[in-house]
């Protein structure tokens, strides 16, 4: 079956990085497109970014760019989102999203829309 694991999440200070990681098993990794989505606390569900298949095309959320990077490596079934200069407002869960097709959906999110998530990383920033 499919299965999402995600690592890497914890405590860091206003201006620090993290790098989360998202282990996946059960499907053809190399076909899919794979999301990152993240819930802050009181608001909704956010998708942050996306990469296509071979890890060469990829999207970050517009408010995210510069400081948020995601990228794959197809060999270890893994993909990344690394996080520099971390926020306080950048405090949630973060969840690694199996695509349902080679290309990345932008935009908007919910629950519904897909079929796969991880459990989830807790990331907690504090200034």
């Known amino acids: 079956q499919v299965q999402l694991v995600e690592s890497g999440g914890g405590s860091a200070q206003r201006g620090e990085s993290l790098r989360l990681s998202c282990v996946a098993s059960?499907?053809?990794?190399?076909?899919?497109?794979m999301t990152w989505a993240r819930q802050r606390p009181g608001k909704r569900l956010e998708w942050v970014a996306g990469?296509?298949?071979?890890?060469?095309?990829?999207y970050v959320r517009d408010t995210l760019e510069g400081r948020f990077t995601i990228s794959r490596d197809n060999a270890k079934n893994t993909i990344y989102i690394q996080m520099n200069d971390l926020r306080p407002d950048d405090s949630g869960v973060y969840y690694c999203v199996k695509g349902k097709t080679h290309a990345v959906v932008k935009g908007d999110i919910s629950r519904e829309d897909y079929d796969f998530w991880g459990q989830g990383t807790q990331v907690t920033v504090s200034s």
């Open positions: 059960g499907f053809t990794f190399s076909s899919y497109a």
């Open positions: 990469v296509y298949i071979y890890g060469i095309k990829t």
